[in-house]
């Protein structure tokens, strides 16, 4: 990066040279930005552009959603609220970012899901205009591949925190980075305003990674002074204006709160299998390798290449004479994108619960190197042997996907031969159209041949009638509506061995609590009970001796198999 000392919040102003600067883009960048951004995070998504395709999936979604339609009905922004009590496991950002969407577009399964898709948004927006100022040449290529890995399409489709915490923390060190080249305070404000917003997304992760990364930075430079200048009062005061208020009104109110969510869902959830989120110490590869897909060769080979130079730039360093007068020895980018990266999938990797979106935040870093190593080797072309790989990623990711259908249809059998052998050509046309693209135009093109295959992907998936076996299969909203236009029968929906997804998602749709067997009992009153049948004919066997106890001789009566998630339903009789 190429340091810039005169900068001064006036060029940020209407008419000011930044502008000025900006609108010399081409048309046909923002343009390709613009649609391919628009369309990775919102096709499938909203009504108007491809439909809401998908039903809430997970436990996760199905309760973010019911707190905050609860808070919105009871007009309280202080308490998350979950069938009547408090719900106090995260902060309230994406509570209070639903609550809006509902009240401006009604209570829906993708209004639930915009404040993931419009941080994500404005997270690949910052990420573009970020590298043009800093790094030109590479915003486009950084932009478009963070906005079409496999880890921000998801997430930015999820009603959960995940992406309230990742984006904001994202652009607050972005921010930090532009402050460190720049020495402008304008910059040192997007950390402490964006880190308060990941604070009140998750919680205290926020700040403590983000000052682990700037500490490490620091020492691997030995710029020991950066973690006096980042401490800016301006900024704290602004940060804790934005965090304490909630925090001191929810724990006025709820005196458990700090017990709650500081011990059990903090410190608990980390040093403990407590929510049955266990997983080897080597679970976040596979899971980061997925997440940067179909983008994984390229990112490894990017990475790799920015270790190999930091490493080279560190040892020039240790010759005190090599730098004399410059206080700043080479590029420090790579090193402090390498930081970022590298510090959340060591830090979860070490937590005794994992799941795949705690290291969401470690994903823009890689890409953000992609394009860096894209624009740096385009003169010269990427290593045939890389594309070959890339090419070929591509080619099984489209046949994985073609294959699909078939797999959620019959989950127990392998799909026919001739879907199999169609799949694998269809795959490797699109590998041998990416080989010959790139070799006949050049890198420039790789993220446009790459692209198109993944955008097919998703019409392919959603745009068709896969996306309605996906929500059948995954979501429990094709069954909360049959459930309901059911004749004659009982208002109370219970559950039975069911997974949680099953019961929250009915809960959700139905809008009331779904009561579980196995934890609170039977129902007295008369109610439909769905029940998960088993593949095993002795675990099914023991299954419905085990209901039959419970109904103690009420009577009930199977209604209806749901056969795309394996589910019987019953209706059951009111206790005599």
């Known amino acids: 990066m190429t340091a810039n000392r005169s900068d001064n919040w006036k ?41 809401d395709v998908l039903g809430l999936v997970g436990a996760d979604e199905p309760r973010y959603a019911q707190v905050a339609r609860e808070m919105l009905a009871r007009h309280d922004f202080i308490t998350p609220i979950l069938y009547g009590k408090p719900w106090l496991e995260k902060p309230a950002l994406y509570y209070w970012r639903a609550m809006f969407s509902f009240k401006d577009f009604g209570v829906h399964d993708w209004s639930a899901r915009l404040p993931s898709a419009s941080f994500a948004f404005v997270l690949i927006l910052l990420i573009y205009l970020h590298m043009r100022r800093f790094r030109h040449g590479a915003q486009l290529d950084a932009a478009l591949i963070t906005v079409s890995c496999a880890g921000i399409i998801g997430f930015a489709r999820g009603a959960s925190t995940d992406m309230q915490l990742a984006a904001p923390f994202c652009i607050g060190m972005l921010g930090w980075y532009a402050w460190y080249e720049t020495d402008s305070k304008f910059w040192l404000f997007d950390l402490y305003f964006f880190g308060g917003a990941a604070t009140l997304a998750k919680g205290p992760v926020a700040p403590g990674m983000a000052f682990c990364i700037i500490f490490l930075f620091a020492a691997l430079r030995k710029e020991w002074s950066l973690l006096r200048r980042t401490i800016w009062v301006p900024g704290i005061l602004l940060y804790l204006a934005m965090v304490l208020p909630w925090f001191i009104a929810v724990q006025h109110r709820n005196p458990e709160f700090l017990r709650v969510f500081f011990w059990e869902h903090n410190l608990q959830r980390f040093a403990t299998d407590r929510f049955r989120h266990a997983a080897p110490v080597w679970f976040y590869l596979p899971v980061m390798a997925l997440a940067l897909m179909p983008w994984v060769a390229i990112a490894s080979s990017a990475l790799w290449d920015a270790v190999r130079n930091s490493i080279n730039e560190w040892r020039v360093r240790r010759n005190p004479d090599r730098y004399v007068g410059n206080p700043r ?35 823009p870093p890689i890409t953000i190197l992609c394009g860096d190593y894209l624009n740096r080797v385009r003169m010269r072309g990427l290593p045939n042997s890389l594309l070959a790989i890339h090419a070929t990623v591509v080619g099984i990711l489209v046949a994985g996907a073609l294959m699909l259908p078939q797999i959620l249809v019959h989950p127990q059998a392998w799909p026919p031969l001739r879907v199999i052998v169609a799949a694998i050509m269809v795959g490797a046309a699109f590998s041998i159209a990416i080989l010959v693209t790139v070799l006949r135009f ?54 039975y061995q069911a997974r949680r997804d099953v019961q929250y998602g009915l809960a ?21 009970l769905v029940v998960r049948n088993h593949l095993n004919p002795q675990r099914e066997q023991q299954a419905r001796a085990n209901l039959e106890k419970l109904l103690a001789g009420r009577h009930d009566e199977p209604l209806f198999v749901y056969g795309p998630q394996n589910l019987t339903i019953y209706r059951v009789d009111a206790k005599p």
């Open 508 to 528: 959700f749709y139905l809008n009331e609590q779904v009561p579980n067997y196995d934890r609170t009992g039977v129902p007295v009153q008369a109610h439909l």
């Open 11 to 51: 060029q940020y102003l209407p008419g000011g040279t930044f502008w000025q600067k900006l609108t010399t883009a081409t048309v046909a960048e923002f343009a390709t930005l613009l649609c391919f951004t628009v369309f990775f995070l919102f096709y499938g998504l909203v009504p108007w552009f491809g439909g």
């Open 329 to 363: 020895a080479g590029d420090a980018f790579p090193e402090f994108l390498i930081l970022w990266a590298a510090f959340p999938i060591v830090f979860f990797s070490f937590s005794q619960s994992k799941l795949p979106g705690y290291i969401l935040p470690a994903v």
């Open 442 to 495: 050049g890198t420039p093109r790789l993220r446009i041949a790459t692209m198109v295959p993944v955008a097919l992907i998703l019409v392919f998936l959603l745009g068709t009638h896969n996306g309605i076996l996906l929500d059948q299969k995954y979501s429990a909203r094709t069954l909360a509506h049959e459930l309901v236009q059911l004749p004659d029968a009982p208002h109370l929906v219970a559950v």
